[in-house]
């Protein structure tokens, strides 16, 4: 339903244009935008730069409450510099810049967005410029989304498809999912091997040698908290009482931003095709979130690595970070989930589309 001021094309592996036409970078720190003016919001209201002016400052705003807001904190400043420019500055020469604001940087409608009280409700009847508007918006049957066919500007890298309608249902009950649509997760191996015996010894040596008590931290109902419960069943056989205290997303995040978990067990995506979107995610020392187990060697790399420009240096200092993290173990990962599309023969799924755990992208899809 929502536009990102550029897009990504995964198909030839490119940032391509989608509500900027154009965009020059000034420096390191600094690109400018020129807005394509013929793109009309759903209701009809003409898009402009002021638009992503007001979405753009929302977002780094200090005062916001957004969960996730330190992913647009690499944002300095953004101002309007013409009737259809725009120029963004980052905090840090920014190698990522392009790429974020691609994938996770929405703009929303500052006409209608800035008079919602609450910002909860503007989900349930939004208005983007993307190729679906929603028509229908039921708790109970789900949700509609119509075909936009003002659509013109999505370009080879977010067509306009040839679906109509889409009906999105909810399926609360994890094993109705399974019954309904055998969904499966696969398990890796990850990057340690299980050693049993070698565990117990580590305990020992740690001053542990009957064990002990921790807490694993996950969300309920979910195919994650199903993966914490064969942990604990793993760790319990070494000695480690490992109890799961399962809570709502909104007391999960509550619990984690207070630095109250021993260990997390959670599902993570970079959601952007660059590693910034995993090393900023854990160790950026503005997160709540990691703040209990943050290494400052760890934290210099990360910083290190999101602002130098140079790509063999910029990889050279990523391989440091990530071989720290395989021998020290801050973040393990220990599954693997399919994105996985279940459709009727009469779909047909783009060649070098975009799946990711959290579903795919409409204009990747079309009919026969």
Same mark, same amino acid.
Request: net charge neutral.
């Given at each position: 339903?929502?536009? !990102?001021?550029?897009?990504? /094309?995964? *198909?030839? !592996?490119?940032?391509?244009?989608?509500?900027?036409?154009?965009?020059?970078?000034?420096?390191?720190?600094?690109?400018?935008?020129?807005?394509?003016?013929?793109?009309?919001?759903? %209701?009809?209201?003409?898009?402009?730069?002021?638009?992503?002016?007001?979405?753009?400052?929302?977002? @780094? $705003?200090?005062?916001?409450?957004?969960? =996730?807001?330190?992913?647009?904190?690499?944002?300095?400043?953004?101002?309007? @510099?013409?009737?259809?420019?725009?120029? @963004?500055?980052?905090?840090?020469?920014? #190698?990522?810049?392009?790429?974020?604001?691609?994938?996770?940087?929405?703009?929303?409608?500052?006409?209608?967005?800035?008079?919602?009280?609450?910002? !909860?409700?503007?989900?349930?009847?939004?208005?983007?410029?993307?190729?679906?508007?929603?028509?229908?918006?039921?708790? !109970?049957?789900?949700?509609?989304?119509?075909?936009?066919?003002?659509?013109?500007?999505?370009?080879?890298?977010?067509?306009?498809?040839?679906?109509?309608?889409?009906?999105?249902?909810?399926?609360?009950?994890?094993?109705?999912?399974?019954?309904?649509?055998?969904?499966?997760?696969?398990?890796? /191996?990850?990057?340690?091997?299980? %050693?049993?015996?070698?565990?117990?010894?580590?305990?020992?040596?740690?001053?542990? #040698?009957?064990?002990? $008590?921790?807490?694993?931290?996950?969300?309920?109902?979910?195919?994650?908290?199903?993966?914490?419960?064969?942990?604990?069943?793993?760790?319990?056989?070494?000695?480690? =009482?490992?109890?799961?205290?399962?809570?709502?997303?909104?007391?999960?995040?509550?619990?984690?931003?207070?630095?109250?978990?021993?260990?997390?067990?959670?599902?993570?995506?970079?959601?952007?095709? $660059? *590693?910034?979107?995993?090393?900023?995610?854990?160790?950026?020392?503005?997160?709540?979130? =990691?703040?209990?187990?943050? /290494?400052? $060697?760890?934290?210099?790399?990360?910083?290190?690595?999101?602002?130098?420009?140079?790509?063999?240096?910029?990889?050279?200092?990523?391989?440091?970070?990530?071989?720290?993290?395989?021998?020290?173990?801050?973040?393990?990962?220990?599954?693997?989930?399919?994105?996985?599309?279940?459709?009727? %023969?009469?779909?047909? *799924?783009?060649?070098?589309?975009?799946?990711?755990?959290?579903?795919?992208?409409?204009?990747?899809?079309?009919?026969?």
């Amino acid at each position: 339903m929502h536009d !990102n001021l550029i897009a990504y /094309d995964e *198909v030839n !592996n490119k940032v391509a244009p989608l509500l900027a036409k154009s965009w020059t970078k000034i420096d390191d720190k600094t690109y400018e935008f020129e807005i394509n003016e013929s793109i009309k919001w759903q %209701d009809g209201e003409k898009f402009t730069a002021d638009d992503v002016v007001y979405t753009l400052n929302w977002l @780094i $705003d200090p005062k916001s409450r957004l969960r =996730n807001r330190e992913l647009w904190a690499w944002i300095s400043k953004v101002e309007k @510099i013409g009737p259809a420019k725009v120029r @963004i500055t980052s905090e840090n020469p920014a #190698p990522f810049f392009l790429t974020k604001l691609a994938y996770e940087t929405w703009i929303y409608p500052e006409h209608i967005h800035k008079n919602v009280e609450k910002r !909860n409700d503007y989900g349930k009847s939004p208005v983007g410029t993307g190729p679906y508007k929603m028509t229908q918006f039921d708790s !109970n049957k789900g949700i509609l989304m119509t075909k936009n066919a003002d659509y013109k500007h999505g370009g080879i890298a977010k067509p306009l498809t040839n679906i109509g309608n889409v009906m999105v249902k909810i399926i609360p009950d994890p094993r109705t999912q399974v019954a309904g649509f055998m969904v499966g997760c696969d398990f890796t /191996d990850g990057t340690i091997k299980y %050693d049993p015996d070698g565990a117990k010894k580590l305990l020992a040596e740690a001053g542990y #040698p009957n064990g002990l $008590d921790l807490e694993i931290s996950t969300v309920l109902n979910t195919v994650v908290a199903e993966v914490a419960k064969a942990m604990s069943g793993q760790l319990r056989k070494i000695g480690m =009482n490992a109890k799961i205290d399962e809570r709502t997303m909104l007391n999960y995040r509550k619990k984690e931003s207070e630095g109250e978990t021993t260990i997390r067990m959670s599902i993570h995506s970079p959601r952007v095709p $660059d *590693v910034s979107g995993t090393t900023s995610f854990f160790f950026d020392p503005e997160g709540a979130r =990691n703040k209990y187990f943050l /290494d400052d $060697d760890m934290v210099k790399l990360a910083k290190t690595a999101d602002t130098t420009m140079d790509d063999t240096q910029r990889r050279a200092v990523m391989k440091q970070l990530l071989d720290r993290n395989a021998k020290d173990a801050y973040i393990l990962p220990v599954a693997s989930t399919f994105a996985q599309m279940i459709h009727i %023969d009469e779909v047909q *799924v783009r060649k070098g589309g975009r799946y990711e755990i959290y579903g795919f992208y409409m204009s990747d899809l079309s009919w026969k």
